[in-house]
């Protein structure tokens, strides 16, 4: 059964730390992982990651991808009260003609002035 | 409009009555996705749409939810005879190109549901 995996469930930090998310999966026929950041209701794209080794930034985020681990990590830097959220991973595979997005069930970081 | 819309935006109905809850995907997105996220759950996938058809139904939890999208773009989520257990964020989602492809997929802001 597909799966995706997300640890810690939740965190809790001080502005300025640097925090590290995971996410481990099991996914019939991967082809790409996805980072979102969820505030509110709707997650917003943090990034999309299909080769290993290659990390992708972006300001004080940024990720990699391990397809022989099976595992990813996002790393926050000097974080802010602003990085509180759920941060979800989300992992594509495909059987066939049918694609979908497995979803983890989420770390919930709260970042404390 | 610029990005995916949803509505209603909060929706409180008695349990048996059905609703319908409707996706404006991002202009020219030929993929639409349903998924809905339960207090303390992840994102559940329910319904894939590749232009006006559903190639992948295999989310949609019983015979009571039914969706539909006309023209290649607006979606209406269905769910007959509400139960409790349908209470729930409802996450619309379109991506560029869908089926084959690897692109990134963009979220609306949600429907909550609530069934009394």
């Known amino acids: 059964e597909d799966k995706v995996v997300q640890s810690p469930l939740s965190l809790v930090v001080h502005e300025g730390d640097t925090v590290t998310l995971n996410c481990s999966y099991e996914?019939?026929?991967?082809?790409?992982l996805l980072w979102y950041k969820q505030e509110k209701k709707a997650p917003t794209f943090l990034f999309m990651l299909?080769?290993s080794g290659i990390e992708k930034k972006s300001g004080r985020l940024s990720s990699i991808l391990d397809k022989k681990e099976l595992f990813s990590i996002l790393n926050i830097t000097a974080t802010q009260t602003g990085d509180s959220a759920i941060y979800l991973c989300?992992?594509?595979?495909?059987?066939?003609?049918?694609?979908?997005?497995?979803w983890g069930l989420g770390t919930s970081l709260a970042v404390n002035p | 409009g610029a990005g995916v819309s949803q509505s209603p935006s909060n929706k409180v109905t008695e349990k048996g009555k059905d609703v319908e809850l409707r996706c404006d995907p991002i202009?020219?997105?030929?993929?639409l996705y349903w998924y809905r996220q339960s207090l303390g759950q992840g994102l559940e996938f329910l319904i894939y749409?590749?232009?006006?058809?559903?190639?992948?139904k295999s989310g949609l939890p019983s015979d009571r939810f039914s969706a539909e999208r006309t023209g290649g773009s607006v979606s209406t989520l269905t769910i007959q005879r509400t139960q409790q257990e349908d209470s729930a964020v409802y996450l619309c989602a379109s991506s560029l190109v869908g089926q084959g492809g690897v692109d990134t997929q963009y979220f609306g802001p949600g429907t909550r549901l609530t069934v009394l």
């Open positions: 989300a992992v594509e595979g495909h059987a066939g003609n049918n694609r979908k997005l497995i």
């Open positions: 749409f590749q232009g006006n058809s559903a190639p992948d």
């Open positions: 299909t080769s």
């Open positions: 202009s020219g997105h030929t993929a």
């Open positions: 996914v019939t026929n991967f082809r790409s």
